[in-house]
């Protein structure tokens, strides 16, 4: 079936510095993307989202990238900070259906 | 507070034995999602409810049930019970209907360990 993957498992970044994170999606039906954080023991957090019809939206300190020619979506995280460290998902939704996840990449800011 | 409630926190039982979670999604959110994590996992989708309706079904076991209740609450039923299915059970709402999107929040999970 088709589904959201993540190209890096895991990314570690001193604290300072610019986070990327990448997700593939390939469902060329889906039209909305999020972004979520997930704190150990905690839910995950909304952190940004962008529906098809955009190609980039910013956040605080945040920004997502959408290239729907290449079914390609990312995080870019600016001037990260040790409380950035989590499970970052990213998920795709089409029409209002149910919410597909990407296995998640673990973000360590390194002081 | 993302404004999702669910109960109980924690819960451990034996093999064999059913558990009920509960879920109270956000004050006029119509969506119910619920899904699994296990252990350094990704999100699982196990189903979804729409205003007391089955709206979509993803990788739900037939030992796995769920329900929406008329004022939206919803609860997930979980029976025979096997070790594999110790897990965090997040449920997540949203106001999302046919045609529109939006995102979903989550509560902060039942932590379910089957021993």
């Known amino acids: 079936g088709e589904s959201v993957g993540l190209h890096l498992p895991t990314l570690s970044v001193q604290e300072g510095d610019n986070s990327i994170i990448n997700c593939a999606y390939s469902?060329?039906?889906?039209?909305?993307f999020i972004w979520y954080k997930q704190e150990s023991g905690k839910g995950p957090q909304f952190i940004i989202d962008?529906?098809?019809?955009?190609d980039k939206r910013q956040g605080q300190r945040v920004t997502v990238l959408l290239n729907k020619t290449v079914k390609h979506l990312s995080l870019q995280i600016a001037a990260t900070q040790p409380g950035d460290s989590a499970v970052y998902f990213c998920?795709?939704?089409?029409?209002?259906?149910?919410?597909?996840f990407g296995p998640g990449t673990r973000l360590s800011v390194l002081p | 507070d993302s404004g999702v409630t669910q109960t109980p926190k924690h819960l451990i039982t034996a093999t064999g034995q059913r558990v009920t979670l509960r879920c109270s999604p956000r004050s006029g959110d119509l969506s119910v999602y619920w899904y699994q994590q296990s252990l350094d996992q990704g999100l699982q989708f196990l189903i979804q409810y729409y205003n007391g309706e089955e709206r979509a079904k993803g990788n739900i076991l037939e030992r796995f049930s769920a329900q929406q209740f008329p004022d939206l609450h919803s609860e997930l039923n979980l029976s025979s019970l096997e070790l594999g299915d110790s897990a965090l059970y997040f449920c997540?709402?949203?106001?999302?209907?046919?045609?529109?999107?939006?995102?979903?929040?989550f509560g902060q999970g039942t932590r379910l360990t089957v021993v």
């Open positions: 962008i529906r098809s019809n955009m």
């Open positions: 997540a709402s949203s106001v999302v209907g046919p045609g529109s999107d939006t995102e979903a929040f």
């Open positions: 998920a795709e939704n089409n029409y209002g259906q149910n919410f597909v």
């Open positions: 469902n060329s039906a889906s039209d909305y």
